[in-house]
Nanobody, 117 residues
């Protein structure tokens, strides 16, 4: 059974930082691309960032480029999202996502990030 467990969310003031973590189990982590998505109240879930299975390639939504950094540690089966210079519009539930061609994708339960102005 695949499990993705996010942690690290919370309430911060604008301009501050948070680091989200997603611990994966029940899958061969090193063969999966990993990503972060977010969903704000009343809005659809949107892509934030992704990283290839060996970490050589990263992709970001335009709205977070230069502020958020995705990374992974295949030895720890964990993907991270370092969030700097946070803005109120970054407020959302952040979801971890695991993807591999030919396999079902998997989602975590989400972690709330709230940025106050």
């Amino acid at each position: 059974q695949v499990q993705l467990v996010e942690s690290g969310g919370g309430l911060v003031q604008a301009g501050n930082s948070l680091r989200l973590s997603c611990a994966a189990s029940g899958l061969t982590f090193s063969t999966h691309a990993m990503g972060w998505f977010r969903q704000a109240p009343g809005k659809e879930r949107e892509f934030v960032a992704s990283i290839s299975w060996i970490g050589g390639s990263t992709y970001y939504a335009d709205s977070v480029k230069g502020r958020l950094t995705i990374s992974r540690d295949n030895a720890k089966n964990t993907v991270y999202l370092q969030m700097n210079s946070l803005k109120p519009e970054d407020t959302a539930v952040y979801y971890c996502h695991a993807y591999r061609v030919g396999y079902n994708s998997n989602w975590g339960q989400g972690t709330q990030v709230t940025v106050s102005s």
